[in-house]
């Protein structure tokens, strides 16, 4: 009972770390696309605005909360079945706590953070903006601000081949300046799939506890299945590294099976046997049950092979 114990709060505490973290990158994003936009588009108030705890986060916090505890609990040794029934009903109850968490929160506006003022000398004048290409093949625009450039109407000079002076400038439509950006097509992918497991699991919350139970439950299911992968070796950081990969796997599976040409296709086939909305929870639910299936049989091959 101890271990059973300390695998709640472990899977708890896991499950609100990852959330936090999660939605601290999630906030920083967007926090980072705000501060590449000129002239911001909240002005002197809000101009850094975003939420710390987000439904792109509960994803997140799903499956690492989920990958965690099933390597604690390889390496503290407890059985699996009773480690798998644990981890199961918590990651059931906190990530729907979560949620109706969240709607509250968002209900009450508590959600954002945003600050209040513009930070004093951010732009001064003499600042020089490319606004984009030009319509003259060749032809290199920039405006060159002599006054503030957050008041409207500033004075500037404008330079299109030769420089001459506007004492009244047209207003800057807000627009992404022109950083260089650091591109990682494999962040922007688990990126853009959790993105959309959080539309999923949205989706299915909105529809009832129960609609959202059986996705979710199916869900859990498939990847607690994938909890022979965090005992294969000896090295507990290892296992992790391979669980991490197989976590990837499983995400990489729902946005595919999410899919609107890949779901009709799939239930298609089902005809009208299997209502279309259970098609993927069917599909996660016996992916999960053949691979507890192999576990346990490859387990009672290993115990028979081990007696002689």
Known sequence: MRNIAKLVLFFSLSFIAVLFFAGLLDLLREWTDAALVFPPAGGDGGFFSGSLVTKMALPAAFYGSILLGLNYAARRRMAYPAAFIVI???????SA???VG????QRLGSTRISMTQRPAHMVEPGFIFTPGPSSIPGASVKAIFLEDPYKGGAARAVSQDSLYYQGSGPAIRPRRLPFPEEKSPLLRSITGDFLRSAQYLSAWFESGLLPYGVYA????LFLLSLGCLVNISYWSLANLFFGALAFRGALMLEALLNQPHIH???SSFAG????ESLVNPIIFSTLGALILLYSALVYLARGRISNG
């Open 88 to 94: 199961f009903i918590l990651s059931l109850g906190l």
């Open 97 to 99: 706590a979560a949620f």
């Open 102 to 105: 969240l709607e509250s929160l």
């Open 217 to 220: 439950g199916s869900l859990a």
């Open 264 to 266: 009709e296709l799939l």
């Open 272 to 275: 009208g046997m299997i209502h």
